[in-house]
């Protein structure tokens, strides 16, 4: 089990977007520093990871560097990734390649964690046998700009000190994205409102469970879109990290802050149901769409695109690029029970 104990020195790496290195977010690493030292850990930012937006995207080779070391540093309990991005695809190669970087992370596997476009690294890490945790990011959530983490974020976030089980229930308050996140922000909240519909069941049966398998849905579907995304379709015909076999698994999904059309939407789900990326799943679970945005279509969507099968369907949980954050296992036991609007997420 991946438990994090008060003195575990964590790894903050970039791999993904390098913006964490950019003068601007300089406010954000003082706050992360801040924040995790409050917890009781001891940040460390790898080398790689403060180079800017500009070097790591010409040298992807960097990010895996920092991820090796971070694997392969005794020292190092955890690593969290600063934020996503759109480049994750370009590091999967260098790893998968090199058996040596390949047998560093199958023999010292340890607590991972962060969404968006590192579902790249999620897929990639759970097809080596790792099995990582979707939810939280350093400028996201550990580095939130108001006085302290949303509160249930940093719930879900203690309990990884602790052996106990998940549980959620739907977070009172959802946030807006901030549309700013300089200097001036600090100890400014988020716009929040009230939750008044907390978790819908769109179709099937309210209670229901199995293991867990997903991420961002762009992050996954460009790996299948050969038209639109050649390069990246071509790393998951070469390494196959977009699995085929989620039998009896229940498939979590969320789209990002491009808060793309319904149209969209469907595309990407089309795209997953013939890749077989639905098959024989026990159910799925949606997040919040970030700011709302689409809340009703989107539910159109998923009942358009899923009419044909008998699945069960759960909406609006707080993981994803909306606001708060659950933090969510891979391979973990998930038991949904919307009669009692409660998740449980085992620990492994």
């Not at 700013?180 to 069941?201: A, C, M, T, W």
């Not at 995304?229 to 990290?241: E, M, Q």
């Not at 989107?298 to 009942?303: E, F, G, R």
Request: hydrophobic share 35%; aromatic share 12%; charged share 30%.
């Amino acid at each position: 089990m991946f438990k994090l104990n008060k003195g575990d020195k964590i790894a903050i790496v970039s791999l993904s977007s390098g913006i964490l290195g950019e003068s601007f977010c300089s406010h954000q690493v003082d706050l992360a520093k801040k924040r995790l030292e409050e917890l009781g850990l001891i940040p460390v930012f790898m080398p790689n990871s403060l180079k800017g937006i500009k070097e790591l995207e010409a040298n992807p080779i960097l990010k895996v560097e920092d991820l090796i070391k971070a694997f392969s540093d005794k020292t190092i309990k955890g690593i969290i990734t600063a934020i996503g991005g759109v480049d994750t695809y370009k590091t999967v190669e260098y790893i998968l390649e090199n058996k040596e970087y390949v047998d560093i992370i199958k023999n010292n596997k340890k607590f991972f964690m962060g969404y968006s476009d590192t579902t790249t690294n999620h897929l990639m890490l759970n097809k080596l046998g790792l099995s990582s945790f979707y939810g939280q990011s350093i400028l996201t959530d550990i580095s939130e700009l108001d006085l302290d983490m949303l509160e249930y974020s940093k719930n879900a976030l203690y309990n990884l000190f602790t052996e106990n089980e998940f549980i959620y229930s739907p977070s009172k308050y959802w946030y807006e994205e901030r549309k700013d996140f300089s200097k001036k922000q600090l100890n400014i909240p988020r716009v929040k409102h009230k939750e008044l519909r907390g978790y819908e069941l769109l179709k099937g049966n309210k209670v229901f469970s199995g293991r867990l398998i997903g991420g961002c849905i762009e992050s996954i579907c460009r790996y299948l879109d050969e038209k639109n995304f050649s390069d990246v379709y071509l790393v998951n015909s070469k390494y196959g990290i977009i699995p085929k076999d989620n039998k009896e698994k229940i498939v979590f999904l969320e789209t990002s802050e491009n808060k793309i059309s319904k149209e969209q939407l469907k595309f990407n789900l089309e795209l997953l149901k013939e890749y077989g990326f639905f098959d024989n799943i026990n159910g799925l679970l949606i997040g919040k769409p970030q700011d709302e945005m689409y809340y009703e279509e989107y539910k159109k969507v998923y009942l358009e695109v899923f009419k044909d099968r008998d699945i069960n369907i759960a909406y609006n949980l707080n993981f994803g690029h909306s606001y708060p954050h659950m933090i969510m296992q891979y391979d973990a036991m998930c038991h949904v029970d919307l009669e009692n609007n409660k998740i449980k997420i085992g620990r492994i």
